[in-house]
């Protein structure tokens, strides 16, 4: 069965500092991978995906995430935090199979964003 | 093109009242699925619909239930409110069916029992 685990429920940096969420997946088949942000009062947005392909994969606001097939990981990094990050982020995995699938999400992690 | 739309935005029901709360995906798309969202259990998937039919279902009592309509538009109803019902209730839809491509979300039903 797939889950998703995220390390650490809370994350504080400093603005302009390296952001580095962390994501671990089990998964039986191979997977797709998802990031999604959520701000106060709103629904989940898409971050970035990966499917098959390139392993690095970027998406909006200058965030990326790396599929490591053999540390089964898919960590979430931006280079330089900015204080409108702050938000709660969520890793997803889903099995590349036919109906049965369904995206799982993990626990999700508060990004802090210190002045 | 408009986002997922759900209404009500925000709900006050008593214990043992029923609920039932709506959401209308982009146009074209044909998935939608429901999640339950709370601070102790996180995201959790409550059902998938896709062309009127639930295809997929997650841990829930049978409580919660849910239709789709020809136009897509879905609905989730929850009977016999508990407390522990108390939760952001999104809706997602996608344009394929099971997960594997993106999901646009609603803006989400805060319910809240008392």
């Known amino acids: 069965a797939q889950s998703v685990t995220q390390l650490g429920s809370h994350v504080s940096v400093s603005e302009g500092a390296l952001v580095l969420l962390r994501c671990n997946y089990s998964s039986s088949v191979p997977p797709y991978l998802f990031w999604y942000v959520q701000y106060p009062n709103q629904g989940l947005q898409l971050l970035l995906k990966?499917?098959?392909?390139?392993?690095l994969v970027k998406g909006i606001n200058g965030f990326e995430a790396e599929f490591k097939k053999s540390e089964t990981s898919f960590h979430l990094t931006k280079p330089s935090a900015h204080m409108s990050d702050a938000a709660e982020y969520f890793c997803?995995?889903?099995?590349?199979?036919?109906?049965?699938?369904?995206?799982?999400f993990g626990s999700g992690t508060r990004l802090s964003i210190r002045p | 093109k408009a986002g997922v739309t759900q209404t009500p935005r925000y709900l006050i029901k008593t214990r043992g009242q029923q609920v039932t709360l709506s959401c209308s995906p982009i146009?074209?798309?044909?998935?939608v699925s429901w999640y339950q969202q709370t601070p102790g259990q996180g995201l959790q998937f409550l059902f998938e619909?896709?062309?009127?039919?639930?295809?997929n279902k997650g841990n829930f009592p049978g409580r919660f239930s849910g239709r789709q309509f020809s136009n897509s538009r879905s609905e989730m109803n929850v009977s016999t409110l508990e407390l522990g019902d108390s939760a952001l209730y999104l809706c997602?839809?996608?344009?394929?069916?099971?997960?594997?491509?993106?999901?646009?979300f609603g803006p989400g039903t805060r319910l809240t029992v008392l």
């Open positions: 997602a839809s996608s344009l394929v069916q099971g997960g594997v491509d993106e999901q646009f």
């Open positions: 619909y896709f062309s009127e039919t639930q295809r």
């Open positions: 146009s074209g798309h044909r998935s």
């Open positions: 990966y499917t098959t392909g390139a392993t």
């Open positions: 997803a995995v889903s099995e590349i199979r036919s109906s049965a699938s369904k995206i799982i």
